[in-house]
């Protein structure tokens, strides 16, 4: 996988972007409600991107070296920084509907690229820790499966369609991010 910053050019490949399924439709071809609500809201927000982003912004695209397809997007946004910590937030990963499946290898690779992103908007503003923050929906097995195995725990549950995730980083990660 190759990971980088989303750039203009990149919103039709971003309009385009499918990571869920329609839905299925009763026999008046109306569509049923979609049986994972919040795979419809991330494709709609993935869709909805408008790159570049700002400084405080990384949209990250995972490209497929094989086929040049863009597989994943996800974005990292600092939020502040308050007595040396920063606090970041994932604000969306989405892997292509024919992507998943795979084990979860490609969606862990986009955690550690935005991760490694997180540290380096921390260490730009001269962090010297950072949490990072991701909300997930409560039924959504396979991303609280992905943030669990990147060492993110569940911290509550905000309302009924969210649950707030954390991942705390300490001065070693971001001196790594510092130092190269």
Same mark, same amino acid.
Do not use: Y
């Given at each position: 996988?190759?990971?980088?910053?989303?750039?203009?050019?990149?919103?039709?490949?971003?309009?385009?972007?499918?990571?869920?399924?329609?839905?299925?439709?009763?026999?008046?071809?109306?569509?049923?409600?979609?049986?994972?609500?919040?795979?419809?809201?991330?494709?709609?927000?993935?869709?909805?991107?408008?790159?570049?982003?700002?400084?405080?912004?990384?949209?990250?695209?995972?490209?497929?070296?094989?086929?040049?397809? $863009?597989?994943?997007?996800?974005?990292?946004?600092?939020?502040?920084?308050?007595?040396?910590?920063?606090?970041?937030?994932?604000?969306?990963?989405?892997?292509?509907?024919?992507?998943?499946?795979?084990?979860?290898?490609?969606?862990?690779?986009?955690?550690?690229?935005?991760?490694?992103?997180?540290?380096?908007?921390?260490?730009?503003?001269?962090?010297?820790?950072?949490?990072?923050?991701?909300?997930?929906?409560? $039924?959504?097995?396979?991303?609280?499966?992905?943030?669990?195995?990147?060492?993110?725990?569940?911290?509550?549950?905000?309302?009924?369609?969210?649950?707030?995730?954390?991942?705390?980083?300490?001065?070693?990660?971001?001196?790594?991010?510092?130092?190269?």
């Amino acid at each position: 996988m190759v990971w980088r910053d989303a750039v203009r050019q990149d919103r039709f490949l971003l309009e385009g972007f499918r990571c869920t399924s329609d839905p299925a439709r009763r026999p008046d071809r109306r569509p049923l409600p979609h049986p994972r609500p919040w795979e419809v809201a991330v494709q709609k927000w993935a869709r909805t991107q408008r790159p570049p982003s700002g400084t405080d912004e990384r949209l990250r695209l995972g490209i497929d070296p094989d086929g040049d397809l $863009l597989t994943t997007v996800g974005e990292v946004c600092l939020l502040r920084v308050e007595d040396d910590i920063a606090a970041v937030k994932m604000t969306g990963i989405a892997l292509a509907a024919g992507r998943r499946g795979t084990g979860g290898h490609i969606a862990d690779s986009a955690v550690e690229d935005l991760i490694r992103c997180s540290s380096e908007l921390a260490a730009a503003q001269g962090a010297s820790g950072m949490i990072v923050v991701a909300w997930v929906h409560p $039924l959504n097995a396979p991303s609280q499966r992905m943030l669990d195995r990147n060492g993110f725990c569940w911290r509550s549950r905000i309302s009924d369609d969210i649950e707030d995730w954390i991942l705390q980083a300490g001065p070693a990660e971001l001196t790594m991010t510092r130092d190269g």
